[in-house]
């Protein structure tokens, strides 16, 4: 443990908590007290970490509303506000989407599927843009408001340097901006397989964020719109149990691997 406001290591513990139980500590450089959260995220709030984040978690994995969360919260003795709410996605959203995304960075496989979906924002009909491989395990997503050539390159760039290489076969529909994408950031060296039916594995993955999405009955911003499906996306990604060689995976080692997964994931953020 270092000091947050100095950086010194010539920290002693205190016998004194928190009220919501963090430990302290007393810097004998600067003569500055401090807690576990002081220097994070965390340290404005007057709720644990792992209450926050598993409101975070709650709103990105199933189809709850805020209104629906604070009830739930409720129920458990914590007293939140819908708004509250909507803040901790906020600020914590794009927190759990860069620490999963760098999880993955550099696993993908050689052969990757592009196609976009529609989602609706103040109203309008905008674009997100998704990427999988062979395995379905997701590469990459990104709204956008328009379906052109210029979305389709910043989403391929956007994808190479995410995945931290480029693939031996790309599978799209027969919309002609990937095309002209493709050749353009990508080369001639790829396969490049447009037809909508070998695409239907990309089609099929589509279904999660639908399913999340249409009880929302839309967004406000494009911005929150943008922030809420890359959260979502790397979360379902992450929590998502793949069969080895077309395996069968039991109920029992799913349940196992899906609640390792959320421990090891809320242990890492509240750290």
């Not at 914590?92 to 599927?113: C, D, I, M, Q, T």
């Not at 529609?118 to 956008?144: F, T």
């Not at 993955?205 to 999340?212: L, S, W």
């Amino acid at each position: 443990m270092s000091c947050p406001h100095c950086l010194s290591a010539s920290v002693s513990k205190r016998k004194r908590r928190t009220s919501l139980g963090y430990r302290t500590f007393y810097c004998g450089d600067c003569d500055k007290r401090f807690n576990e959260r002081s220097g994070t995220q965390f340290n404005d709030l007057q709720f644990p970490n792992d209450i926050v984040l598993l409101t975070v978690f709650w709103r990105l994995r199933y189809k709850l509303g805020f209104r629906d969360v604070a009830e739930l919260l409720l129920q458990r003795g914590f007293e939140v506000s819908y708004e509250t709410i909507r803040t901790w996605e906020f600020r914590f959203a794009p927190l759990v989407s860069e620490n999963l995304r760098a999880k993955r960075r550099g696993v993908a496989g050689h052969s990757w599927y592009l196609d976009e979906t529609y989602i609706k924002v103040s109203g309008r009909w905008r674009y997100l843009y998704r990427a999988i491989d062979r395995e379905g395990n997701l590469l990459d997503s990104m709204l956008s408001e328009h379906r052109d050539k210029h979305a389709a390159r910043r989403f391929l760039r956007r994808l190479i340097d995410k995945a931290g290489q480029k693939p031996l076969r790309m599978t799209t529909d027969k919309h002609p901006a990937y095309t002209k994408a493709i050749r353009w950031i990508v080369g001639r060296k790829v396969l490049h397989r447009h037809n909508q039916y070998l695409n239907n594995r990309m089609e099929q993955n589509h279904r999660g964020i639908k399913q999340r999405y249409y009880p929302m009955l839309g967004f406000a911003k494009f911005e929150s719109a943008s922030r809420f499906c890359n959260a979502f996306d790397e979360l379902r990604n992450y929590l998502r149990v793949r069969s080895v060689g077309g395996k069968h995976v039991s109920a029992d080692v799913r349940r196992k691997i899906f609640t390792e997964r959320w421990s090891s994931l809320m242990t890492e953020l509240s750290a």
